[in-house]
């Protein structure tokens, strides 16, 4: 279980928010509007109403202590880029920031941003999946319950083929692709082997990928 804290409760920031407590993690909102905050009240661990400009709130709320902090504040460019300088400052090592443009991102990632995230790009449910999943690399919603998903291949699968490993039966999901450094595998037949260093590409329920890309 990991702790992130979200800055900013729009659409993109609770959508964020939202699915790291979907995958078992804890999350601490935070947004200038009372409104917003009550809104998640009943969803993330914690909430909290407060301005994230203000160096003090951000040093009681320990937020130098998270995993990964999201500025997800949209609409307030200049609050959204001294939050993020702000957090740099204090000592957060993952910070992930929203940019409204490319020249956003570009004074964000001057000015400490881990990441940047552009929403048009990047769906706060793919965000939160990257964030919580060493794994797991890339992430495409096909509905609420069903995803495809790319990730490395777990040791126990290295020296294996499909055929043997027969992930459909044990997991229910389908290998779409395996990706070889360079080389791309396309719909792979039970022949397939699996090397080390291999990316699986596969699609099935959220869960069940989730559950295979973490074998051991």
């Not at 919580?132 to 509905?143: F, K, P, R, V, W």
């Not at 069903?146 to 290295?158: D, G, L, N, Q, W």
């Not at 459909?168 to 090397?195: C, N, Q």
């Not at 699609?203 to 890309?213: H, Q, R």
């Given at each position: 279980?990991?702790s992130y804290a979200v800055?900013?409760?729009?659409?993109?920031?609770?959508?964020?928010?939202?699915?790291?407590?979907?995958?078992?993690?804890?999350?601490?909102?935070?947004?200038?509007?009372?409104?917003?905050?009550?809104?998640?009240?009943?969803?993330?661990?914690?909430?909290?109403?407060?301005?994230?400009?203000?160096?003090?709130?951000?040093?009681?709320?320990?937020?130098?202590?998270?995993?990964?902090?999201?500025?997800?504040?949209?609409?307030?460019?200049?609050?959204?880029?001294?939050?993020?300088?702000?957090?740099?400052?204090?000592?957060?090592?993952?910070?992930?920031?929203?940019?409204?443009?490319?020249?956003?991102?570009?004074?964000?990632?001057?000015?400490?941003?881990?990441?940047?995230?552009?929403?048009?790009?990047?769906?706060?449910?793919?965000?939160?999946?990257?964030?919580?999943?060493?794994?797991?690399?890339?992430?495409?919603?096909?509905?609420?319950?069903?995803?495809?998903?790319?990730?490395?291949?777990?040791?126990?699968?290295?020296?294996?083929?499909?055929?043997?490993?027969?992930?459909?039966?044990?997991?229910?999901?389908?290998?779409?692709?395996?990706?070889?450094?360079?080389?791309?595998?396309v719909a792979p037949g039970?022949?397939?082997?699996?090397?080390?260093?291999?990316?699986?590409?596969?699609?099935?329920?959220?869960?069940?990928?989730?559950?295979?890309?973490?074998?051991?």
């Amino acid at each position: 279980m990991g702790s992130y804290a979200v800055i900013g409760l729009g659409r993109f920031g609770s959508s964020v928010a939202r699915t790291l407590v979907k995958l078992g993690h804890e999350v601490l909102g935070i947004d200038k509007s009372e409104k917003k905050v009550q809104e998640m009240s009943n969803i993330l661990t914690h909430v909290v109403a407060a301005d994230s400009k203000n160096e003090e709130v951000l040093k009681s709320l320990g937020i130098r202590n998270f995993d990964a902090v999201v500025v997800a504040i949209g609409e307030d460019t200049e609050a959204n880029i001294l939050t993020t300088v702000l957090l740099t400052q204090l000592g957060v090592k993952n910070i992930i920031a929203k940019a409204n443009t490319d020249i956003h991102g570009e004074v964000l990632k001057r000015v400490g941003a881990t990441k940047i995230v552009h929403p048009e790009k990047d769906m706060g449910e793919k965000v939160a999946n990257n964030m919580a999943s060493g794994t797991i690399l890339d992430y495409i919603e096909l509905s609420p319950k069903h995803s495809i998903v790319e990730f490395a291949a777990p040791k126990k699968f290295v020296g294996k083929t499909l055929g043997k490993l027969n992930l459909r039966a044990k997991y229910g999901i389908s290998v779409l692709a395996i990706k070889k450094g360079e080389r791309i595998i396309v719909a792979p037949g039970a022949d397939g082997l699996i090397e080390d260093k291999d990316l699986l590409v596969v699609v099935g329920e959220n869960d069940k990928v989730k559950k295979c890309s973490k074998s051991n």
